[in-house]
């Protein structure tokens, strides 16, 4: 899935499937302050979490 946002934010167009595998993945993972890391060892190929209370533990 990174690798279609990655072509759409650099303005390739995506087919209709692939548009719409993205924004149900854009869905699951969207929280505030998400981080995304490729990890192809993962059954996904990618671990993501949000970073919700890490500037007041960091504090």
Known sequence: ML?????????????PEESARL????DEVHLPSA???YDPET???Y???????????NS
């Not at 690798?3 to 087919?15: F, P, V």
């Open 3 to 15: 690798h279609l946002e990655a072509r759409r934010r650099g303005g390739d167009s995506l087919n």
């Open 23 to 26: 924004k149900r993945w854009l």
């Open 35 to 37: 981080v995304v890391h």
């Open 43 to 45: 059954v996904d190929g």
């Open 47 to 57: 671990v993501s979490s949000g970073l919700e209370g890490l500037h007041q533990q």
